[in-house]
């Protein structure tokens, strides 16, 4: 699983930085994918350079491109399925920023 799940986050990585054309798609990160064990859907999550309203927007375009993005997929990976894509905010790096400022504030102490 972890090297399908690799392979499609490079596929989409690529296809989204050099192949979109949508205006909402500000600059997207794609950072990680899971894919479910039947291979039936895949949850890409995303990380969005710009404020809430742009991370709001370029998921918007991502979902209205998830049909290119899943026939893409299937050419370049050669699937015998190939997974329902669904984009979802990647909260990792303001998690890592919480637990950091806890861990300083609790060292000031």
Do not use: C, W
Not at 59 to 81: A, V
């Amino acid at each position: 699983m972890r090297r399908i799940n690799e392979a499609i986050r490079e596929v989409l990585s690529e296809a989204i930085t050099g192949g979109l054309k949508d205006p909402r798609i500000g600059f997207v990160t794609v950072v990680s994918v899971d894919t479910s064990p039947d291979l039936r859907t895949a949850k890409v999550y995303v990380s969005v350079l710009g404020d809430e309203e742009e991370l709001k927007q370029s998921l918007k375009g991502l979902e209205h491109s998830h049909g290119y993005l899943q026939s893409l997929l299937g050419g370049q990976l050669g699937m015998k399925r190939t997974p329902q894509l669904s984009f979802r905010r990647d909260e990792s790096i303001e998690r890592g920023m919480r637990i950091e400022k806890i861990l300083k504030e609790m060292e000031d102490k």
